[in-house]
């Protein structure tokens, strides 16, 4: 379940991708997580609004409060973009893989710095990636 969103940014430009890691750093401290676990989460997010950016050509972030069937609660960041879409997830996934001029380590960095990874993606269809990081 998720509680009414904290915000959503839209992603077309640099600045855009400041913005979205502020939304996610205002929304990480006031769910009560902890320095640790803000830090991770703004890294995560950082490097997905990069990618909705340089990757997809612009889109969306979406910042809310989620809780779930075990009564647990955190925040759940859902990027979407309408772009050429991922064709290979696994090779997307691997460590050092890039498209562009970067380390490679965006989508497999968010994943291990959160709690929970959903990648939806494929070629013309657009990429939504959502993350959770729960409050410990």
Same mark, same amino acid.
Request: charged share 25%; hydrophobic share 40%.
């Given at each position: 379940?998720?509680?009414?969103? *904290?915000?959503?940014?839209?992603?077309?430009?640099?600045?855009?991708?400041?913005?979205?890691?502020?939304? =996610?750093?205002?929304?990480?401290?006031?769910?009560?997580?902890?320095?640790?676990?803000?830090?991770?989460?703004?890294? *995560?997010?950082?490097?997905?609004?990069?990618?909705?950016?340089?990757?997809?050509?612009?889109?969306? =972030?979406?910042?809310?409060?989620? =809780?779930?069937?075990?009564?647990?609660?955190?925040?759940?960041?859902?990027?979407?973009?309408?772009?050429?879409?991922?064709?290979?997830?696994?090779? *997307?996934?691997?460590?050092?893989?890039?498209?562009?001029?970067?380390?490679?380590?965006?989508?497999?960095?968010?994943?291990?710095?959160?709690?929970?990874?959903?990648?939806?993606?494929?070629?013309?269809?657009?990429?939504?990636?959502?993350?959770?990081?729960?409050?410990?």
């Amino acid at each position: 379940m998720t509680t009414p969103a *904290a915000g959503e940014v839209r992603i077309a430009s640099n600045e855009d991708v400041v913005r979205a890691r502020q939304l =996610v750093r205002n929304a990480a401290s006031e769910a009560g997580l902890s320095l640790v676990d803000q830090t991770k989460v703004i890294t *995560a997010a950082s490097e997905l609004a990069r990618n909705t950016l340089v990757h997809g050509g612009g889109g969306s =972030v979406q910042v809310e409060r989620t =809780v779930d069937a075990r009564g647990r609660t955190g925040l759940r960041i859902v990027f979407t973009d309408d772009g050429p879409g991922i064709p290979d997830i696994e090779q *997307a996934m691997a460590d050092g893989w890039t498209t562009g001029d970067g380390l490679g380590l965006g989508l497999s960095g968010a994943r291990r710095l959160t709690d929970e990874f959903e990648l939806e993606s494929g070629p013309g269809k657009g990429t939504r990636v959502a993350v959770v990081k729960w409050i410990h």
